[in-house]
């Protein structure tokens, strides 16, 4: 009985030893595996650093702060569009003295919106620098003399620089320009160079695998402690992604006027100051402020876009809330009436209630507004004031004048180089802002004690990371697009698309797979690019929706066009793409494009003058090489018309569903 025993706990010995070997071989995969996420996390932060750098330049150059605009660039070795070579210091005094006048801010009566747009960002395999192409969009002037358009590309370079990354290189290409009293553009530059291709835009973030050096055991407690660190990061993406759809989805309602969507949007407590007209405190006071622009829904002729574009958004260390700064491009107007242009900033306040992100506090600084057919050199404005029929609750929390005066509305963040408050033109006397410490991302997460624990967390935050770069990816190749078709480079605008990927061809119907797509376009396009013409497919204002395992996305996201013949009309068209990106053999690609058209007008009169009188381009690739199957929205752009726009998703507050919910 003894000898049993005996070899009975022998074999329990070794059974513990057995599992005691095998954790121990698990605990050291996940260390490896724990290693390579922060790298690729760190990766990730890195385009979410490149996006941010690039729209502040836009912000800053747009209210003349110069000083915080060459801070953004590398300390030397600088490439620039500008002759000869340049410092950061170069940089410095050429916008200072030529734009400036010698002063921070702009002069009285100019404006000088340089909007960034359209992001496609590839990160190097050294994960240290990085290459982005956007486009800019500029509506430029001085009251009582001058109004221009101009419009190009940029083709830049990052490097990450002491910790930070940094403007590295940044090249400008003018695309197109014109006076506003022209009746369209002059071409000024046809092809501009890409610096991808259709694989490279579908892997922003190139693989890793992380540490090849053996790394010495660590504790689970000690690795959970990492973890939770490395989850809080990733959230943190994937709450920026969040509260930068929740922004851009209250402009796609604000433009079709559903007005209680709008105010679903807001906190029960959250409040809306629009221009001067003061502050709405609550949900209820401000669906009822809503009425002022017109009762609920679009009437036939009316056009009330609000794009939403350029956000910058901050999420607090905790979590719980953020801040968002951004662009506001105002094109409203009644077809047969007027028409009107409208810029301003938003600088708004989010609260995470319930697991859901709501606006806390939304203020919208007016820039200009102006007529559309006097252009903003003629015509300006005043900012709205108090609605005696639908009062506010509180006086406006700031009083300033619109242009042509010149009032800088105050940044929510610092400098994303120096982390300073930005230089107003009021500190010119040389004291410089306080540097402010680095707030570390919370977790309050408890550590685990198993390796099983320890293992279920290495998965999530695999699961967070994969959604957190799928935005991003998805952002980048649905951009890639409208670059490809702009320069009739129809292999790669198909070499985007999955192999079973489907895609509406405007007026003619929907082509299904990847070879019927690029036959379809070439077929459809034969000449090439026209000599003369240029076009500008600007998309913008993505709303993407991760699915929950990161392998697919939802996008949502504004087509802004202008083109037209080189000193000819020019032409605005205006649309919405509801499509939908998977990763496919590692790469990011599109799985569907659909294309609901909304207005085309010409660009003297505008969409109040000349909408709907522009017939569709003529066609006999629907006979010659057949669609499989018919569009599935409007064949030509409605407007006058107002039709109801699909959407992909419910209110993201309320879950209320829209007029026309895409299956």
């Not at 060459?70 to 005094?93: H, V």
């Not at 859901?356 to 007016?366: L, Q």
């Not at 820039?367 to 029929?389: H, I, L, S, T, V």
């Amino acid at each position: 009985m003894r000898y049993v025993l005996s070899a009975l706990g022998l074999c329990m010995l070794l059974g513990t030893t057995l599992k005691s070997v095998d954790d121990r071989a698990t605990l050291s995969g996940l260390q490896q595996r724990i290693t390579q996420l922060q790298v690729a996390l760190e990766r990730a932060e890195a385009v979410r650093s490149v996006k941010r750098l690039q729209q502040a330049y836009g912000h800053y150059a747009e209210y003349g702060l110069w000083n915080d605009l060459a801070d953004l660039f590398a300390e030397k070795e600088i490439g620039y569009f500008l002759p000869g070579n340049i410092t950061r210091e170069g940089i410095r005094k050429h916008y200072l003295h030529d734009i400036g006048k010698g002063k921070l801010g702009l002069p009285e009566g100019m404006v000088y919106p340089h909007i960034i747009l359209q992001p496609v960002i590839t990160l190097e395999p050294d994960g240290k620098t990085a290459k982005g192409r956007w486009r800019v969009f500029s509506m430029l002037g001085v009251y009582g003399e001058t109004a221009i358009w101009a419009g190009g590309i940029y083709e830049n370079e990052y490097v990450l620089e002491n910790g930070t990354w940094k403007i590295k290189d940044l090249y400008y290409y003018s695309q197109y320009s014109g006076r506003y009293d022209q009746p369209g553009w002059t071409i000024d530059q046809d092809f501009i160079p890409m610096h991808y291709d259709p694989k490279r835009a579908g892997t922003p973030i190139p693989g890793s695998n992380g540490s090849t050096t053996k790394e010495t055991p660590r504790s689970i407690e000690s690795m959970s402690s990492e973890l939770n660190g490395l989850i809080a990061r990733t959230q943190r993406l994937n709450s920026q992604s969040d509260v930068e759809n929740l922004q851009h989805i209250y402009g796609y309602y604000i433009d079709r006027k559903m007005w209680d969507d709008v105010a679903d949007l807001f906190a029960p407590d959250g409040t809306m100051e629009l221009a001067q007209q003061g502050v709405y405190v609550g949900r209820a006071s401000i669906r009822r402020a809503l009425d002022q622009f017109g009762t609920a829904g679009l009437k036939e002729g009316e056009l009330n876009d609000h794009l939403q574009l350029q956000t910058i958004v901050d999420v607090a260390p905790d979590g719980m809330t953020a801040k968002a700064r951004g662009t506001e491009l105002i094109m409203s107007g009644k077809h047969g009436t007027n028409g009107e242009w409208g810029e301003g900033v938003f600088e708004n306040t989010y609260a995470r209630q319930n697991g859901v992100w709501r606006i806390k506090s939304m203020h919208v600084y007016e820039r200009f507004a102006a007529d559309y057919d006097k252009g903003w050199a003629r015509d300006a404005k005043p900012a709205a004031g108090a609605n005696k029929k639908f009062p506010a609750d509180r006086p406006p929390t700031k009083v300033y004048a619109t242009y042509p005066h010149f009032f800088i509305p105050p940044f929510h963040y610092d400098n994303p180089v120096t982390f300073q408050a930005p230089q107003y033109p009021e500190s010119l006397s040389g004291k410089k802002p306080k540097k402010k410490p680095f707030a570390a991302v919370i977790s309050h997460a408890p550590l685990v004690h198993s390796v099983a624990e320890l293992q279920k967390k290495v998965e999530e935050l695999e699961r967070l990371l994969k959604r957190a770069i799928a935005y991003d990816a998805s952002e980048n190749i649905v951009d890639a697009y409208g670059y490809y078709i702009d320069s009739y480079m129809w292999d790669e605008t198909a070499d985007l698309f999955a192999k079973d990927g489907w895609k509406e061809l405007s007026y003619v119907g929907t082509y299904v797979g990847r070879e019927r797509i690029r036959q379809s376009l070439k077929l459809r396009y034969p000449g090439g690019h026209p000599s003369g013409y240029f076009t500008a497919h600007q998309i913008t204002q993505p709303v993407i929706h991760v699915s929950e395992d990161g392998q697919s996305a939802k996008v949502r996201t504004r087509l802004f066009q202008l083109g037209g013949v080189s000193g000819g009309s020019g032409l605005w068209l205006g649309g919405i793409y509801e499509n939908k990106t998977i990763l496919e053999d590692g790469i990011w690609k599109i799985a569907a494009m659909d294309l609901d058209y909304v207005f085309t007008a010409q660009a003297r009169g505008g969409w109040a003058r000349a909408a709907g009188s522009i017939d569709p381009p003529k066609t006999s690739i629907g006979s010659s090489f057949p669609p499989d199957r018919p569009l599935r929205g409007v064949v030509f752009p409605p407007f006058p018309k107002i039709v109801d726009l699909p959407f992909h998703y419910l209110n993201p507050a309320s879950g209320r569903r829209p007029p026309l919910l895409l299956p």
